[in-house]
């Protein structure tokens, strides 16, 4: 969580300083709460992903498929309207760190958003931590947890 909170300095003050204008947050305490909302979901995730590491044995098949879904969601290098109607649908959930930094559109009004946005954080992180305990469970009762 640190490391990420550093990357968000470095990159406000390297856009700062390229732009040569000045960045500003329009709603920071909300931008904190999405941002720690955004936290729980990726620890979440990342117990998921440990877990499937766990079975599989290598994790770089996973870790390729991961980030290229989330630059696909995220419609990082294309406009999102091209994507299909149910895959639209999540990647317009995704703007709500957007809407706490600068005002852009969110899909939903922005305080039942946020609502969802909680549900599926904590949810995220229970399904992971609970599929992760399961896993290590199965691989400590087959003896596989130090061959890894």
């Given at each position: 969580m640190?490391?990420?909170?550093?990357?968000?300095?470095?990159?406000?003050?390297?856009?700062?300083?390229?732009?040569?204008?000045t960045?500003?947050?329009?709603?920071?305490?909300?931008?904190?709460?999405?941002?720690?909302?955004?936290?729980?979901?990726?620890?979440?995730?990342?117990?998921?992903?440990?877990?499937?590491?766990?079975?599989?044995?290598?994790?770089?098949?996973?870790?390729?498929?991961?980030?290229?879904?989330?630059?696909?969601?995220?419609?990082?290098?294309?406009?999102?309207?091209?994507?299909p109607?149910?895959?639209?649908?999540?990647?317009?959930?995704?703007?709500?760190?957007?809407?706490?930094?600068?005002?852009?559109?969110?899909?939903?009004?922005?305080?039942?958003?946020?609502?969802?946005?909680?549900?599926?954080?904590?949810g995220?992180?229970?399904?992971g931590?609970?599929?992760?305990?399961?896993?290590?469970?199965?691989?400590?009762?087959?003896?596989?947890?130090?061959?890894?």
């Amino acid at each position: 969580m640190i490391t990420d909170l550093a990357i968000v300095v470095y990159t406000t003050v390297l856009l700062t300083g390229l732009s040569h204008g000045t960045i500003t947050v329009q709603n920071p305490l909300l931008l904190v709460a999405v941002y720690i909302l955004l936290e729980i979901a990726v620890f979440g995730f990342g117990l998921v992903f440990a877990a499937i590491t766990f079975r599989l044995k290598s994790f770089n098949l996973l870790s390729n498929l991961a980030q290229f879904t989330v630059i696909g969601l995220c419609g990082l290098f294309f406009p999102l309207s091209i994507l299909p109607t149910p895959i639209l649908a999540v990647s317009m959930a995704i703007p709500m760190f957007r809407y706490a930094g600068y005002g852009g559109a969110t899909l939903l009004d922005p305080a039942l958003e946020m609502v969802v946005a909680l549900a599926l954080a904590i949810g995220i992180f229970l399904v992971g931590l609970s599929y992760f305990k399961a896993t290590e469970k199965r691989a400590k009762e087959r003896g596989l947890i130090g061959t890894h």
